[in-house]
C-alpha cells in the first residue's frame, strides 16, 4: 500500500515541474517586451494581411493569426514584416490603421502596440498561473506525505 501512494506523489511533483516551467517562462518573458517597448520606435502603419498558422497538434491544434503591417521607417524605408504576435480570432482587419513599434536597428523585429497590452496581461498571467500550479503541487505533495507517514 505504502509503495501505491509513493507513486501517486509523482502527480504533485508533476505540478510543482509545469508550475516553475510556466513561472519562470511568463514572468522572464515580460521584461524582455517591457525593454523592447522602452527602446523602440513609434511609427504609424497598416495592418495589410494575416497569415494562418496551425498551432498544437492533432485533435489539440489550432489556428493563430499572425498580423503583416506595412510601415515606413523614421529613416523612410518602407517595411511590410509578419509580427511575432498570433491571435486567435485575427488581430483586426486588412487596412486597419496600428501604431507600431519596431527596432531601429532592425525593423523587422516589430509589435503591434494596439494588441501589445494583452501580451503583457497574458505573460504576467501565465507567471501567476505557474506559482499558483506548483504551490497546489506542493500542498498536495505535502498532504500525501502526511498520508503516507501515517500508513
Known amino acids: 500500500?505504502?509503495?501505491?501512494?509513493?507513486?501517486?506523489l509523482l502527480v504533485p511533483a508533476g505540478f510543482v515541474v509545469a508550475g516553475i516551467f510556466f513561472a519562470v517562462w511568463g514572468f522572464?518573458?515580460?521584461?524582455?517586451?517591457?525593454?523592447?517597448?522602452?527602446?523602440?520606435t513609434r511609427v504609424s502603419g497598416v495592418l495589410t494581411d494575416v497569415r494562418w498558422r496551425s498551432v498544437g497538434v492533432g485533435a489539440e491544434s489550432s489556428f493563430i493569426g499572425f498580423p503583416v503591417v506595412r510601415?515606413?521607417?523614421?529613416?523612410?524605408?518602407?517595411?511590410e514584416v509578419e509580427t511575432n504576435q498570433g491571435r486567435s480570432p485575427a488581430p483586426g482587419r486588412m487596412g486597419q490603421a496600428v501604431t507600431?513599434?519596431?527596432?531601429?536597428?532592425?525593423?523587422?523585429?516589430?509589435?503591434?502596440?494596439?494588441?501589445?497590452?494583452?501580451?503583457?496581461?497574458?505573460?504576467?498571467c501565465m507567471g501567476a498561473f505557474g506559482v499558483l500550479f506548483a504551490?497546489?503541487?506542493l500542498g498536495t505533495g505535502a498532504a500525501l506525505a502526511l498520508l503516507i507517514a501515517t500508513v
Open 28 to 40: 522572464r518573458r515580460r521584461p524582455i517586451d517591457e525593454s523592447f517597448v522602452k527602446s523602440a
Open 135 to 137: 504551490l497546489f503541487g
Open 100 to 124: 507600431i513599434l519596431y527596432d531601429p536597428a532592425d525593423p523587422t523585429r516589430v509589435l503591434v502596440e494596439d494588441f501589445f497590452g494583452q501580451g503583457r496581461i497574458i505573460f504576467g
Open 1 to 8: 500500500m505504502r509503495e501505491v501512494l509513493f507513486q501517486f
Open 71 to 79: 510601415f515606413t521607417t523614421t529613416e523612410g524605408e518602407v517595411a
